[in-house]
């Protein structure tokens, strides 16, 4: 059997500044939950990278920025790039999430760019993908959820795919407390790896690869939503800004 190392990403948004953070490591390290079969990354924002890095020095939970530029280096005022935020300690980066396509514009198109700018720099992108609720309503979920993925991933290479993370977030389901039910998201995880395993020749690549639901994962859900075959971890909003409930979906993880 096919074993994925499983991920809890902590997504913060644009909620903690350093001395949130500070409190919630604390808690945190006081939980040690130094299980080697689950990786835990912690998104904070890019101001409070360094910081994180210090503090969870001793620890093996990684840590992911929220965003990156599609540029290397030079006159991009304001951006930042893959290799500032490996710089910073990051090893992972959110691309793509729901709220920078609704908001900042965000298409598949820089998806893919800013993708190949992270894996260039060594980081390993966390790749969003999802429908709306009008999507699903209209019955067009399988397609959107497709589009996103052949387009935000295109001309990657097997080596490149095999280092990125795929995580579906049901734009309906992102803060609202409305969770997709297991089944769901097994649907939707399934379909994305028939997708992989269409696109690469070697079947590997969809076997290997990890996918995380996220949207509205709480404590309560998780351990249903994690025990479908697909699912290999949880991208966490609301849930990640305690200690104790974001440690409690950890728990529901372990294999
Ligand atoms: C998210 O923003 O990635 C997310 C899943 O948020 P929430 O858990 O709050 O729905």
Known sequence: ???????CVANWKMNFNGSDIQMFLSEWNNKSLNNPNIKTIFCPSFTELNITAKLLNQ??????????????????TGEVSASLIVD??????????????????ETNQSVNRKTKSALNAGLIP??????????????????????HLVNSIAKLTEEQILNSVIAYEPVWAI???????????????????????????????ADRIRIQYG??????????????PDVDGALVGGASLE????????KAAQP
Request: charged residues 20%.
């Open 215 to 228: 949207g509205s994962v709480t404590p309560a859900n998780a351990v249903a939503l994690l025990s479908q």
């Open 88 to 105: 910073s300690g990051c090893s992972h980066v959110i691309i793509g999430h729901s709220e920078r396509r609704q908001y900042f514009g």
């Open 126 to 147: 966390i790749i969003c993908v999802g429908e709306m609720l009008e999507d699903r309503e209209a019955g067009k979920t399988e397609q959107v959820v497709k589009d």
């Open 59 to 76: 620890s093996n939970s990684k840590i992911g920025a929220q965003n990156v530029s599609n540029f290397s280096k030079g006159a991009f």
């Open 243 to 250: 200690a104790e409930p974001f440690a409690d979906i950890v």
């Open 1 to 7: 059997i096919m074993h994925r190392k499983r991920y």
């Open 175 to 205: 803060g609202t407390g409305k969770t997709a039910t297991p089944d769901q998201a097994q649907e939707v995880h399934a379909l994305i790896r028939s997708v992989l395993s269409d696109t690469y020749s070697s079947a590997n690549v």
